[in-house]
């Protein structure tokens, strides 16, 4: 059977193609939506680490002191995210191959998950943000991360 993620591929299939055509092209979207999060705000946070405090406080909804030293530390958050970028490009090029870096791409939305939780109330006392918006912040990543873990346990 031919494998891809383009629309055309799903008239000519029977259901069960159909099927795993459907969870093919969602395993992309989640990771092309992934990997383009990452990018952006990976070159963001390593080229213009002042105006991507501005960008983070919009995109989470938190209230960020702009300190130099955040800004030294966005730079390599920003290499971390490009690195995570590529890793999803490279999975979505190739699931099977990238496996093991799709795995890792899982586990580090996990982590992401886990620190939310515990430091939720740091952040929100700290950086003012809504528990709503964390949590709607941690079902987002949770959705993706186990829309990863599905692709990495179900790979033939």
């Known amino acids: 059977r031919s494998r891809g993620y383009s629309f055309p591929q799903l008239l000519p299939h029977v259901t069960i193609e159909l099927n795993m055509t459907f969870l093919e092209i969602v395993f992309a979207i989640n990771l092309g939506l992934i990997s383009l999060d990452h ?4 070159l963001m946070a390593l080229l ?13 909804g938190a209230t960020i002191p702009a300190t130099p030293a955040l800004r030294v530390l966005l730079r390599p958050w ?5 690195f995570a ?3 999803g490009v490279l999975a979505l090029s190739n699931p099977k191959r990238y496996q093991l870096g799709l795995a890792g791409l ?5 982590l992401r998950i886990i620190i ?4 939720s109330e740091e952040v929100q006392t ?3 943000l809504r528990r709503k918006r964390n949590a709607a912040h941690i079902f987002l990543i949770a959705f993706s991360a186990s829309i990863v873990f599905l692709q990495v346990f179900i790979q033939d």
């Open 126 to 128: 700290h950086l003012s």
């Open 78 to 82: 920003g290499a971390l995210g490009l």
């Open 39 to 42: 990018l952006l705000t990976g």
């Open 85 to 87: 970028a590529f890793i």
């Open 48 to 60: 213009f680490p002042r105006q991507s405090v501005q960008l983070f406080q919009v995109l989470f």
């Open 116 to 119: 939310r939780l515990v430091l």
């Open 106 to 110: 899982g586990g580090l939305l996990l």
